[in-house]
């Protein structure tokens, strides 16, 4: 049993339980036991000084991509969990595109083994909608549920049939699980491997039409619609998508929603020079997509946050722009490209800190999100005046593949703690035991 | 009269960022060649010197051109291929760039199937890069041939109507003489099937034509570029046959064309797909003239960049 921790003097942000002001926040066994103006001294009980620091709920990301097993060299559990930590996060959703891919309880309990072996931020793991992400058949959705996954999803790959993604709707709701949906429409997409635009034009890159995602975001919201089932829609991109998105949700369909940082941040201009650090799926937009994207993190129309962390090293980014793999990390850049909006003021504090913990929570039904009476430990403790630089070889991640090399940025994680226990201070991982 | 310096690195890469000053001086350069050739006694400025022929796709016209260019000059020649090299073994790009620029050429012509090819390339090695082709993105020695051959009918560019016209989809040619064009002043037009031309084209430079047939009757040059027949496969239009009726340059419509104006293709020629025997063997043309001018502007761009 980890002992009594008592987090001092910073400014407690908790959008859950509308508080937003200094407090100190006491936690014992492993759960939030009081949050108060000043918390009485415990025997025996750590402290951590966050005096001029931001004390939030332990971030969520629900899209993670951590290679294990299957693609060690590029990341592992350990190493993902410890860039996790290091950029703030307590909790991470595993994706099932591993090899083998997580379409069965075997691999779901590798990974929830090994997470726990690691020690360090909580692992959720996403399985399969379709045995081996093909789109043909449905996986074992209830053995998938009952080993512990929080949401079924095929990510990397869009479901085409749409009968099937039908009835994995449909099926899915016997085990109240959310269906997580990369929309892609591969007819649409074809050998693409950018945004259409001026700049695919001048590159002469093959386009990407957003009629690929907005096609599929519009469909399946018909489908959801009809069935009544819990949908997220993963790494949204495009203005069009957000728009469908933001009508449903006025509607009263079931639906939830991510951005990533890059998909805020960047516009297709970080293509130039055939820089394979931004080529991911869905690709980088334009600007009025990044706008589009902006306006819906703060009405409300998404709903979480997710990096989409999809570590790839030099044998699948030092190459042709058009062979490179997709993909960018992002466990470690995140919170701060999220604060950014709030210097610019897109987002304020308090929605900026709802869209990485309580939105992330509610959407997948995890535990956590905010510091109420009886919450998980789980707190991030970010100095919101520290100015550093984006240095990938700094990274926890085995992988350095990030657009962001070089960006100033402001806003860093003092302190981690997962479970009560202090999993990263000082830029450095406190490693387990 | 000595080599124009590179204004920005000794690579060229694409036309896109050349000046006009720049691409004038390469021309005078080519026409001195041009003339020391005709007259038997051309200059060997390569004399001791190497470049590398590294071509990932199949190219004869190019490849040969580059390879008499540098050959006159005094250079040898290394040509590495795909067939029968490490290529073929499963050796990355980067790797087999890295060990020809061991060898230790003046520079590395490449020709590869991806966009963006040649740029990669020149971050990696110590020699020049001259891109002969990447992907749909560049090529700017044929923008250079055909602007120059262009120049050569007309005495200037400046105030001409060119159209570009096929798949600008795919066309790295289309591109580099969108570019190449415009610096040396005159307008550019493309037109083809709408499934084969990119979005936001006019931001090139170029305006898209509402008619191939009205384009034609209106340019001072058509060039008419090689339709591949992989676009068939992805259904960019129904038939070759249909391809033709509409966005081929026919004998007929080849009538209508203004006097004087003239027909280039880069080669090589789908006889009556694009272009029919006719036109292609017809006074318009200038096919032949632009193979000729190509060893006349790679000489010059062998004397600016491979050293």
């Not at chain 1, 931004?278 to 009405?299: G, S, T």
């Not at chain 1, 929605?351 to 991030?380: C, D, M, S, Y």
Request: glycine content about 10%; proline content about 5%.
């Amino acid at each position: 049993m980890v002992k009594p921790l008592i987090i001092r003097g910073g400014r407690v942000i908790d959008p859950h339980n509308r508080v937003n002001g200094p407090r100190d926040v006491v936690f014992k066994d492993g759960r939030v036991a009081e949050v108060s103006e000043k918390a009485p001294a415990i025997e025996g009980a750590a402290i951590v000084d966050a005096r001029g620091c931001w004390v939030l709920p332990g971030l969520i990301d629900l899209h993670v991509h951590l290679r294990e097993p299957g693609d060690e060299g590029k990341e592992t559990i350990l190493t993902g969990c410890r860039a996790a930590v290091a950029g703030g996060f307590t909790a991470v959703v595993a994706m099932p595109n591993t090899r083998p891919i997580n379409d069965s309880p075997l691999v779901t309990r590798y990974v929830q083994g090994r997470a726990r072996e690691a020690g360090l931020c909580d692992v959720f793991v996403a399985g399969a909608i379709s045995k081996g992400l093909k789109g043909e058949e449905m996986a074992e959705i209830g053995e998938l549920a009952s080993a512990g996954c929080k949401c079924i999803t095929d990510d990397g790959f869009p479901v085409m049939n749409a009968g099937l993604l039908r009835r994995a709707f449909l099926y899915a709701r016997a085990f109240s699980l959310p269906v997580m949906l990369h929309e892609e429409d591969l007819t649409l997409s074809a050998r693409g491997v950018m945004t259409e635009g001026h700049r695919a034009t001048r590159l002469g890159l093959m386009p990407i039409p957003r009629s690929a995602e907005v096609s599929m975001v519009a469909r399946d919201l018909a489908i959801a619609e009809e069935t009544g089932a819990r949908v997220h829609f993963a790494h949204l991109s495009c203005e069009g998508s957000v728009r469908l998105v933001r009508e449903a949700k006025r509607r009263g369909v079931s639906a939830t929603a991510e951005a990533t940082p890059h998909h805020f941040t960047l516009t297709d201009a970080a293509v130039e020079g055939y820089d394979t650090n931004a080529k991911m799926n869905p690709p980088l937009r334009q600007m009025e997509d990044v706008k589009a994207i902006r306006e819906a993190l703060a009405d409300g129309t998404i709903d979480a946050i997710a990096t989409d962390h999809a570590p790839h090293g030099p044998l699948d980014k030092e190459v042709e722009f058009d062979k490179a793999a997709n993909g960018v990390i992002g466990l470690e850049t995140a919170l701060p490209l999220a604060l950014e909006l709030v210097q610019q003021g897109v987002l304020s504090k308090e929605r900026a800190v709802e869209l990485l913990t309580i939105g992330p929570a509610r959407a997948f039904g995890l535990p956590g999100g905010h510091l109420g009476a009886g919450a998980p430990a789980n707190v991030t403790v970010v100095d919101p005046d520290a100015k550093w630089i984006i240095d990938p070889m700094a990274f926890f991640s085995k992988s350095r593949n990030t657009p962001f090399h070089g960006r100033s940025v402001i806003g860093k994680v003092s302190h981690t703690i997962v479970g009560g226990r202090v999993v990263f201070e000082g830029g450095q991982i406190v490693e387990n035991g | 009269m000595s080599a124009p310096r590179a204004t920005r690195n000794p690579h060229l890469l694409g036309i896109e960022g050349l000046d006009r000053s720049f691409i004038e001086a390469l021309f005078e350069l080519a026409r001195e060649h041009k003339r020391a050739v005709a007259s038997g006694t051309p200059r060997t400025p390569l004399a001791g010197r190497a470049v590398a022929n590294l071509f990932f796709e199949d190219s004869t016209r190019t490849r040969t051109s580059f390879e008499i260019a540098a050959k006159t000059m005094g250079a040898e020649v290394l040509n590495w291929t795909v067939a029968g090299s490490s290529v073929s073994k499963g050796e990355s790009l980067l790797d087999t760039a890295k060990n020809v620029d061991a060898i230790g050429p003046g520079a590395i012509i490449i020709r590869h199937s991806s966009s963006g090819a040649a740029l990669l390339v020149s971050r990696y090695v110590r020699c020049s890069v001259i891109n002969a082709g990447d992907g749909a993105h560049e090529h700017p020695s044929q923008a250079l041939l055909d602007a120059f051959t262009l120049q050569d009918r007309f005495g200037t560019l400046e105030g001409k109507r060119v159209l570009i016209a096929g798949d600008i989809l795919h066309s790295r040619v289309a591109r580099s003489n969108i570019y190449c064009l415009r610096l040396l002043g005159a307008e550019v037009l493309v037109s083809g099937p709408p499934t084969l031309i990119p979005r936001d084209i006019e931001m090139l430079g170029c305006k898209v034509a509402p008619s191939f047939r009205s384009a034609v009757e209106m340019a001072d040059a058509v060039m008419m570029l090689r339709l591949q027949a992989e676009r068939q496969l992805d259904q960019a239009f129904p038939s070759a046959r249909e391809y033709a009726a509409h966005w081929g340059l026919t004998g007929a419509l080849a009538q209508q064309m203004k006097d004087g104006a003239v027909v280039l293709h880069p080669g090589p020629v789908n006889r009556g797909v694009e272009l029919s025997p006719e036109v292609a063997d017809g006074v318009r043309s200038t096919i032949l003239d632009q193979v000729a001018n190509g060893v006349a502007i790679r000489m010059a761009i062998l004397e600016t960049f491979a050293w």
